[in-house]
């Protein structure tokens, strides 16, 4: 299968990097307007490098293609690509605003293609373990979930604020654990350094199932934090997303043996930490190793082009809470 990368800045220098490691992938170009960084990871990659997508698209025919480019152009580049019949795993968010991501949607669906957005916290081992666990019911009811995703200042993000560059990828991890859409949300917002948009953010959620979300996103902080922790009947699972770990902290009154009669459930207390053991992996190859898959086999692919409009269409929410001050009723 061939492959080629659209945008190669930090982002998309490593999704060339794990293409041309895979062994059923091809990487047969990379292309960015910045030509010096387009020869350069070509000739690290052992690739072509093309100054002009189109140019590329037209020249190597690729099968899969990863759309790494500012989210301002994410629209433009899509369609084109789509037009040269690739399939496309563009990085989230999947557009600049709502409407320009459902006319990518339907422009894929229409020409037959798969169109993927690059939520990769949904490829985090811990994350996808954690997944599996509340998919067998370990959690109980689930009261709960809070995210933190917390850092420095990245000067290379000029065009969106916080919200839409990091709190995405929370907004979409916690409806893909929760399966639960969102019914209400509310934010503080504030701009302490980025010069045009928002660089810290407290929110909070309700999903329709009833379990209330919070999350905590900032570029304010000198050190990573991204942690997840979700509550319910039976404890609490934390991940540790930059260390790959799972940890349950149990809740003693919902012990082993009154599983079966969790409506008797009357008080939390504190009983086992369980660590789980995760085999750890680069959540980009996990990504791409899906994207590629679900090509090949003709699959769905793992984060739809409708994922990536429901986390945009949160996030946008978040800021319009945070500079109105009021709280968004969503409807989907």
Known sequence: MKAAVIGVGSMGAN?????????????VGVADVNDVAAHRVGRLRNTQAFSDYRDML???????????????FHHQVVMNTLDAGCNVLVEKPIAATVAEGKEMSAHAKAKGLKLMVGHIVRFNPATQMLKSQLDIGALGQIFQIRCRRLGPFPTRIQDV???????????DIMSFLIGSNVVRL????EQKIHSAYEDTVVGT?????????????DWLTPTKIRELAI??????FIVDDLNQELYFYENQEASDDQWSNLALLHGVSAG???????????????ELEAFAAAVRDDLPPPVSAEDGLAALDLAQALVRSG?????????W
Do not use: W
């Open 272 to 286: 086992r930490m369980i660590r789980y053991p995760v085999a750890r992996r680069e959540p980009l190859r996990n």
């Open 15 to 27: 999704h060339a990097r794990v293409y041309s490691e895979l062994a059923e992938v091809d990487l």
């Open 161 to 171: 604020g916080v919200v839409i560059d990091l709190a995405t990828h929370d907004l």
């Open 231 to 236: 509550t319910g009947e039976r404890g609490m």
């Open 205 to 217: 959620i309700r999903f329709a199932n009833g379990v209330l979300g919070s999350l905590n996103v």
């Open 323 to 331: 500079q109105t001050g009021l709280v968004v009723e969503m409807r």
């Open 186 to 189: 509310y934010a503080e917002t």
């Open 58 to 72: 037209e020249t190597c025919k690729p099968d899969i293609v990863s759309v790494a480019v500012p989210t301002q």
